[in-house]
């Protein structure tokens, strides 16, 4: 076994556990006393957030694992304003099946008293209740199981672990027909059908939108294929039908985001038949090799809605902030747009920048997305990306007026109107908007709405709105329109100090236990910096392979955001056959500048440093 590296200073105590309220525990405050003995791993997340996401799902076979031993307990810490209310945390917290206790920390209290900078951050505490290690982004599970082990051993052996039965305690179970609707597309029929995500399954509604006709999938968690009684899914998402051509030849009619399950999966409306049809199962790690690639060989990551334009599937891979196309007939796929950096930039593709994309819409020679993490509304027509509306990556609110100054909070749908306008579904400000391009206007066409995540304009002009935390769709009044004077919004996150003029940006990495660095195919660590706005940097901004790099401040911009990507390769070591490994994380620090700030920036690429380490 690979121990530890000893701390270079004395061990820190683990900070308290303080915050507006808990969730999961039957209304019991949890404290570091009462989990005495125990494990603890704290995921920080905030629910927006597709990483902290995939955190969850990584974070599930490690609790059933150490179930005994181990204890975590998520700690919300909101980037939006909508995630601060306690009714939409609870939402989130039955939406995305979390089965631990949840820590409200509305005031980001917990998230600087442990240091976090980056959504998800997870900190490690040991049964005596010293504060271990931090890692920051996702990809962490092997060397927390590993860690995990050591720990058990240490303190079983020392007799200070406490085994036992945890401080979970499960909601009650909600009946409704729906459980938190992700997308809608209309049928040939006239039907709807629904992805009903947190059943894990489809429902085919009648043109009233209300009668249930039938259920494709069991309603359990999987991945099976098969007829609609026997197949699975994992909180699906978007649905796209095939041209008519196209589903003869491939033998399905609608292909489906299975976001969770990181698979596209088509469907044959015929029979209910579900089969899969790109995607392995596994996670995106890294870049395919070559343009395309065989569609049942490439990872994918959180596809979360889907398209048919340019003669092919678009997918908005919200994991990995890229769009991708999927070829049904050839049974290929490939990158579409997007570079994997987090952030808003527009241009020629594929060289752009989105953040997070959930929604997607055809209307002739455009693709109009929604960009949920950059609170935008973008378009491509002719290879070329545009910004609609939004500001960027910390900026969003609800504001109406011309498109450069109105303001989204978090969209994840959108919809094209036969009049040339587009209606999004605006979910964090609970309404449905309305951009015209004519005009270069955002109105407000209604609100009130409980997050709504899709528009659907059905063939005969009605606008269905999957309301998703109200469990149901909702038919808009047609013509409804009011201008809304809302607030303008920035991140509660509290900015990093940084001195003006050289500066020091340090990634900070160690192997997880029983991993070296991996040069087999090159350098194995990767950097990429910008800075939004670009003016924020004299110099330092580019793709280098050292994790160390100078950056020049510019002291004449006051503030901006330093958008760092980093990776490394590692493989097994003293292992035959050794397995590798890619850990990679994207990082937007927002920062002020001001005299006499510090001269140096550390981020963690992978965590597994010490937490009472400078």
Request: proline content about 8%.
């Amino acid at each position: 076994m690979t121990s530890r590296p000893p701390a270079p200073g004395p061990r820190v105590r683990a900070p308290e556990l303080r915050g507006r309220a808990w969730l999961n525990t039957g209304g019991q405050a949890l404290t570091l006393e009462s989990l005495r003995g125990r494990c603890v791993v704290l995921d920080f997340w905030t629910f927006c957030c597709i990483n902290c996401l995939h955190v969850l799902d990584e974070l599930r076979p490690l609790e059933e694992r150490y179930g005994d031993a181990l204890v975590v307990i998520g700690v919300h810490s909101p980037k939006f304003e909508h995630e601060r209310d306690p009714q939409a945390l609870a939402a989130a917290v039955e939406r995305y099946g979390v089965s631990h206790p949840v820590l409200d920390d509305a005031d980001m209290v917990m998230w600087q008293q442990y240091a976090a900078r980056a959504w998800p951050t997870l900190a490690v505490i040991d049964p005596a209740g010293y504060l271990v290690a931090s890692m920051a982004g996702e990809g962490h599970a092997e060397g927390l199981s590993r860690l995990l082990d050591e720990l058990i051993a240490e303190h079983e052996a020392a007799g200070t672990l406490r085994r036992g039965d945890g401080p979970y305690v499960p909601p009650t179970a909600p009946d409704t027909t729906l459980r938190f609707p992700g997308k809608a597309v209309e049928l040939p029929s006239g039907h709807v059908l629904v992805s009903d995500s947190a059943r894990h399954s489809l429902v085919e509604l009648a043109a009233d939108a209300e009668t249930v006709l039938r259920r494709i999938g069991t309603g359990d968690r999987g991945r099976s294929d098969g007829p609609a009684d026997a197949a699975s899914f994992s909180e699906p998402q978007g649905m796209c039908l095939l041209p008519a051509p196209v589903a003869e030849r491939t033998g399905y009619d609608v292909v489906v985001a299975d976001t969770v399950n990181h698979l596209l999966r088509g469907v044959s409306l015929a029979t209910g038949q579900v089969r899969t049809v790109a995607g392995t199962g596994r996670q995106w790690r890294a870049a395919p090799d070559g343009p395309e690639q065989d569609a049942l060989a490439a990872d994918l990551s959180s596809p979360w809605d889907v398209a048919w334009y340019d003669d092919r599937i678009v997918i908005a891979m919200a994991g990995i902030h890229q769009l991708w196309w999927f070829d049904p007939a050839r049974g290929t796929a490939g990158v579409y747009a997007g570079t994997t950096v987090e952030a808003l930039r527009d241009g020629p593709l594929p060289d752009v920048w989105l953040a997070q994309p959930s929604g997607l819409a055809a209307a002739g020679d455009r693709l109009w997305i929604a960009d949920s993490e950059t609170s935008a509304l973008r378009w491509i027509a002719d290879g070329v990306l545009h910004t609609a509306v939004g500001q960027g990556l910390f900026d969003f609110g609800h504001v109406d007026g011309p498109a450069k100054t109105a303001l989204l909070q978090h969209p994840l749908g959108v919809a094209a109107s036969p009049d040339g306008s587009v209606l999004v579904a605006d979910t964090y400000n609970g309404a449905v908007r309305r951009f015209d391009p004519q005009t270069q206007t955002v109105s407000t066409v209604d609100s009130g709405l409980a997050e709504p995540s899709d528009v659907l304009v059905t063939s005969d002009g009605s606008v269905l709105v999957v309301e998703s935390a109200a469990h149901r769709l909702t038919r808009l009044a047609p013509g409804a329109v009011r201008t809304v004077a809302g607030e303008r919004h920035r991140v509660e996150r509290p900015p990093s100090p940084l001195a003006p003029g050289e500066v020091t940006l340090d990634i900070v990495f160690t192997p997880a236990p029983g991993q070296k660095l991996d040069d087999t195919y090159g350098p194995s660590t990767r950097l990429e910096v910008s800075a939004s706005p670009p003016e924020l940097l004299l110099a330092g901004e580019g793709v280098g392979t050292e994790l160390s790099r100078r950056l020049v401040v510019n002291p004449a911009v006051t503030s901006g955001v330093l958008q760092v990507v980093a990776q490394a390769a590692t493989c097994d070591s003293d292992v035959e056959h050794a397995a590798c490994h890619l850990t990679r994380q994207d990082w937007g620090v927002p920062v002020v500048v001001e005299q006499g700030a510090p001269v140096r920036v550390p981020l963690v690429l992978r965590g597994l440093d010490d937490a009472a380490g400078p």
